[in-house]
């Protein structure tokens, strides 16, 4: 069966969507990203979704949905790569993705991420609660 | 409404020069206009007209104008008039272009059927002026086309002007929105703002509505649409710009502005978003205090 590969950066999670985004197939992915999440500890992951050209609700959803269970697993999850014409309507469909982050492509992902994370373990070290 | 009548048209439109040259001078009389129309060009399309009209008369025996046999009229008359309307004639001008050929006809049709009585002349009259009342219609009509066709690609040109995104700094851009903001706008102002983030790799989009005349709910949903969509993209934007006035509509209509960052003045925004970047701007102070310090340039 087709499945979306998932590669480990050091601590974060690569997931890059190169194909078409059927349902079953994102439900697949959900399935696997949980469990690499547990698997591997990560505290990021990144989905790069630069070669989607159509996202519909479902998948909109979708993406809500596992930044919400990589948030349970603590793991921070950036969207990157989000095309203007998906984000238009996106926007008109009324889905602004509320509780994803987003970033301008992997680069900047990158950044972001591991701000948070350095953030995170310095807040740990100073003896602050953990986001 | 017979070929007869047909015939007679014709016969009269044979003698060319001297309708043409009729004509001609009851338009001058009329509206003359040398300001906007050579009187070469003008002689030019009356010719061109009184032939092609010659040659619908011949072919179609009736006034239905918009048979078959008139199409290359129509079509001359479209351009006469779409010209006129670029050049700035009014509805009524480019109407009397088509008019004022009535008074040579008849006169000649008068002169023709004098001697045949009184009720010979009045059909003829009749059928030449049925012809030539529905031309002049036909000349408003396109001259009306001819006019939503400038004003649509003005409003073309329009949309083009007003959406400049423009960079301000490395990572910023700025989008001054000038203009009442309405869906299609919105639409293009999105898209170019989007394509401009790609492009050059900014994180943070200044709005400013400094230039937007009225805020109303649709408006402000217009630009949270534009902001969510920056959102999306992985870029923050500022809202800059926003007058007294309009501050105090977009709280009066109860318009939730609290997800977005707003502020005053362009110059605010501006400083921000540096500062969200982590850069600073700082007065070359360096320099001014090291001339104190020389005791060269006292009063900076």
């Keep these: 069966m ?8 050091n601590d974060i999670l690569l997931v890059s969507i190169q194909v078409d985004m059927h349902d079953q ?3 697949t992915l959900q399935d696997d990203l949980t469990e690499r999440i547990v698997q591997t500890g ?51 469909l009324g889905l602004s993705l509320p509780g994803v982050r987003t970033a301008l492509n992997v680069d900047q992902g990158m950044k972001l991420l591991r701000n948070g994370l350095a953030r995170q373990t310095r807040g740990v070290r100073d003896g602050r609660y953990r986001r | 409404m017979t070929t007869n009548s047909a015939n007679l048209l014709v016969e009269i439109l044979k003698d060319e020069e001297l309708i043409l040259r009729s004509w001609i001078q009851q338009q001058s009389a009329a509206t003359s206009r040398p300001d906007l129309i050579s009187e070469a060009e003008l002689r030019r399309q009356c010719a061109e007209f009184l032939k092609t009209f010659r040659r619908a008369v011949e072919g179609g025996k009736s006034e239905n104008v918009e048979g078959p046999a008139w199409t290359p009229v129509r079509e001359l008359l479209a351009e006469i008039s779409r010209s006129r309307a670029r050049q700035g004639f009014t509805p009524g001008e480019t109407a009397t272009f088509v008019l004022s050929l009535k008074q040579p006809l008849f006169q000649e049709i008068q002169r023709r059927l004098g001697a045949n009585g009184a009720s010979a002349v009045t059909d003829e009259l009749w059928t030449a002026t049925v012809i030539l009342d529905n031309l002049a ?16 690609r003005q ?25 009442t ?15 401009q983030i ?39 934007c500022i809202i800059s710009g926003i007058r007294p006035q309009i501050a105090a509509t977009i709280v009066h209509l109860g318009v939730d502005l609290s997800a977005v960052v707003t502020k005053a003045s362009l110059a605010d925004a501006f400083s921000l978003a540096l500062s969200r970047l982590g850069h600073r701007i700082q007065p070359a102070q360096k320099r001014s205090a090291q001339g104190i310090h020389d005791g060269t340039d006292s009063d900076t």
């Design chain 2, 181 to 195: 903001l309405d869906s299609e706008r919105t639409q293009i102002v999105m898209e170019s703002l989007l394509e």
């Design chain 2, 198 to 236: 790609v492009e050059t790799g900014a994180s943070i989009a200044i709005i400013d509505i400094t230039g937007v005349p009225t805020v109303d709910t649709l408006v402000a949903q217009h630009l949270l649409k534009t902001v969510a969509a920056a959102g999306l993209m992985g870029a923050e």
């Design chain 1, 2 to 9: 087709e499945r979306i590969p998932i590669l480990k950066l």
């Design chain 2, 137 to 152: 219609l036909l000349t408003t009509e396109f001259y009306q086309k001819g006019r939503e066709e400038l004003i649509q």
């Design chain 1, 42 to 92: 990560a505290h990021g992951v990144l989905v790069d979704i630069s070669a989607l050209d159509v996202v519909d609700s479902f998948i909109g959803r979708m993406l809500g949905n596992m930044a919400l269970m990589s948030r349970v697993l603590d793991a921070e999850t950036v969207v990157v790569g989000m095309r203007p014409a998906v984000a238009i309507t996106l926007v008109e």
């Design chain 2, 155 to 179: 409003q073309r040109e329009l949309l083009e002007l007003s959406t400049p995104v423009v960079k301000l700094w490395g990572g910023i851009l700025a989008l001054p929105l000038i203009g």
């Design chain 1, 25 to 27: 197939l994102a439900m």
